[in-house]
């Protein structure tokens, strides 16, 4: 081999291993069990046992499982009898990117296999196969790493590049034993959260949304002066996340302002009624329900 070549094939090598270790995870999963290996937030619950337990009761964990009926129309019936089309991954991804983004990470066989378990979930539901399809299911959500990585830096991918394999993102960037840590601003920044509680734009070019709230947040809150970010307001309580499914949150969205103005009234003579001729004391209320959030509601 002449000099030069070997050089140039070392300036490869060295090029490939610079860019394997900074483009994250290159590695795809091929089974359930590997792809939660990858990612598993128990490991989280060791250090961080609060927010661990805070996420563990946010819809953020249930991401699939409380979706499945939605996400087997789509598959059993959208992809596979109005478009007639094979289920690849790419089309499990118009779901799952926001609703489990670690299957990003899946092979092109496993995304697929996630998919169908999806069916089998929801289609033997209380069959002890469609229970072993939902538990399974559950272990995929939208987990720790899920934003403190797989998320953190797609807000501005052309900017930020891949997530750095292992490394947690984060609003300070403080190391620890556990982790390296990476500072970034993207985090505590709407746009972060508005990566999912928005528009999902395919690599085929179809647009897929679950939610208009980002919409309203940008035209109608932004726009008219609104200044408090999604965190918050939805991170008072940590990784709770409480939203719609929370009482003391609706109530905190919603500004009531109540009118009475009593009065009283003959109703005159009522065909069958007695007395039809006394007085009836009555009351009027105007009620005003205000918006108090920062977009409209409900989501949908
Ligand atoms: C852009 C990100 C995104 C994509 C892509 C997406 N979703 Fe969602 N989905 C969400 C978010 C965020 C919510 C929660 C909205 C809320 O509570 O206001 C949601 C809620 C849902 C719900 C209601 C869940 C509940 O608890 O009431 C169903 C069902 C659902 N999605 C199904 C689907 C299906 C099926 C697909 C694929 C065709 C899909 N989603 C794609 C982000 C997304
Ligand atoms: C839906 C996205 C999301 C998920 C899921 C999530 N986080 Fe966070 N986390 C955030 C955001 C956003 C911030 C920054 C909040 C801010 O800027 O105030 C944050 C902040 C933090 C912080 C630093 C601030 C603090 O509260 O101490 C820690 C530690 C943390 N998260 C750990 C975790 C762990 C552990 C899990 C899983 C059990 C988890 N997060 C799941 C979005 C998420
Ligand atoms: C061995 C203990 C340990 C483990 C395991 C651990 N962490 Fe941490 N983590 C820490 C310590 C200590 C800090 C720094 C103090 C702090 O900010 O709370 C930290 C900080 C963080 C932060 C804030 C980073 C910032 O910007 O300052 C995030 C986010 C976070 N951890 C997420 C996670 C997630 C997600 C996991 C699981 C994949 C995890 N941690 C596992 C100990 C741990
Ligand atoms: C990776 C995608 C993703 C990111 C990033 C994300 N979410 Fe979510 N979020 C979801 C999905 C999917 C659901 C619906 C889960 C379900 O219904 O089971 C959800 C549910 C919620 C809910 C509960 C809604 C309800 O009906 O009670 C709130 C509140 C919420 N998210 C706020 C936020 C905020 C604030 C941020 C940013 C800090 C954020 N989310 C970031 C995907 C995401
Ligand atoms: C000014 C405070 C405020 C801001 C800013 C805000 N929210 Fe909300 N949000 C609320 C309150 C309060 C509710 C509960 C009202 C309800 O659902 O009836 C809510 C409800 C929700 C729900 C549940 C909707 C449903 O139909 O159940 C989601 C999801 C959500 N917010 C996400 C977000 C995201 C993402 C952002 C940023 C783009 C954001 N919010 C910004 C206060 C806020």
Known sequence: MKLCTMYRVLIGLTCLVFLSAQSGIAKEAESIDELVAM????????CHEQIYNEWQHSWH???I???????????AVGVAKEWNAKLTKAEVLKCLDCHAPTVNYASEKLAVEIGEMIVTAFDKKGTPEGDKA??????????????????????ARGLRGA??????????GNDSDGH???ETVDLSRSVFC?????????????????????GSYQNTYMNLGGSETCQDCHMKKGHLFPGGHDLETVAEGLGFNVEITSYRHLPGKVYGVK?????????VINAFVENKTGHRIPDG
């Open 163 to 172: 997530p750095v394999a292992g490394a947690i993102y984060g609003p300070n």
């Open 65 to 75: 499982i409380s979706s499945l009926g939605g996400m087997r129309n789509f598959i």
């Open 180 to 182: 390296e840590s990476i």
């Open 134 to 155: 939902k538990s399974e299911l559950s272990r995929l959500s939208v987990g720790c790493l899920g934003c403190h990585n797989v998320k953190a830096t797609s807000v």
């Open 194 to 214: 508005m990566q999912c509680h928005g528009v999902y734009k395919a690599p085929d070019g179809e647009t897929i949304k679950c939610n208009t709230l980002s």
């Open 39 to 46: 990612f598993d937030e128990s490991k989280c619950a060791q």
């Open 61 to 63: 964990s249930k991401a």
């Open 275 to 283: 007395d039809s001729t006394k007085w009836v004391p009555s009351v």
